[in-house]
């Protein structure tokens, strides 16, 4: 897998984050999530996905022998930047032949 890609969505959504932490701060960002039904249901869906996300580093770390840990804390802590810190870091694949 090319890392080049995974590093520029980590730069932009990074900056992003950043700029949305620096405004509203860590708690200040899920204050809009449970003031409406609608916004409540877009956190769900979320974490839905980072959790399902979560049971595949599960998986593919056993797989390669790697500690999941640190991205399964780094994602319920930092939701996005875990799994894209897991492929950032995820061995490449041997060539098939």
Do not use: C, E
């Not at 056993?62 to 995820?90: C, E, Q």
Request: hydrophobic share 60%; proline share 6%; aromatic share 12%.
């Amino acid at each position: 897998m090319q890392k080049v890609p995974i590093v520029i969505i980590l730069v932009l959504f990074g900056a992003l984050s950043l700029n949305a932490l620096w405004q509203h701060g860590y708690w200040g960002l899920f204050a809009p999530h449970v003031k409406s039904l609608d916004s409540a249901q877009v956190l769900a869906d979320l974490v839905v996905a980072l959790s399902l996300v979560m049971v595949w580093m599960w998986h593919d770390a056993r797989k390669t022998g790697r500690n999941v840990w640190p991205w399964i804390v780094a994602t319920l802590a930092l939701g996005s930047f875990g799994p894209l810190g897991y492929l950032l870091t995820r061995p490449a694949k041997p060539a098939a032949i």
